[in-house]
């Protein structure tokens, strides 16, 4: 009896591994899943965004952005995040905006070796990274 409750519970976990693993993007970029003038436009905004990062801090599982609001707005870092996340779905992006000074915090993160990827996949943004 012990023998068939484990191998059913190794059948099911198999099965629910198998159903993470193909629902999980590969932490690889597709630029395939951008039209050309969405890979230029990915390109231009970034740059226009990245150069208005004014500081940065480390999270746990990824990095926070501080962009000056006088220099890019809120609409300018939405606009890049739908073009990167089409391209790169493994990302986590999250945008805290603060009304009262409209002070914009970019964080970009994910699952383990996410945080790694961000170094490769975007060597602009790297160098803003905390020393």
């Known amino acids: 009896m012990k023998t068939k409750a484990l191998l ?3 059948i099911v976990a198999g099965f629910a591994w198998t159903l993470l693993a193909e629902t999980v993007p590969p932490i690889a970029c597709n630029l395939k899943a951008l039209t050309s ?12 965004v990245i150069s208005a990062i004014t ?9 926070a952005f501080h ?3 006088a220099k890019a707005s809120l609409t300018d870092v939405a606009h890049w995040l ?16 603060h009304a009262a000074d409209a002070s914009v915090w970019l964080s970009v993160k994910g699952r383990p070796g996410v945080k790694e990827y961000i170094r490769v996949d975007s060597p602009r943004l790297a160098a803003k990274l905390p020393k």
Not at 85 to 93: M, S, T
């Open 8 to 10: 059913i519970t190794a």
């Open 67 to 69: 962009v000056d609001p």
């Open 82 to 97: 739908d073009l990167w996340r089409r391209c790169c779905p493994f990302y986590e992006f999250r945008i805290d905006f």
């Open 37 to 48: 003038e969405q890979r230029k436009q990915l390109g231009q905004v970034g740059e226009h």
């Open 55 to 63: 500081a940065s801090r480390e999270l746990s599982d990824g990095y």
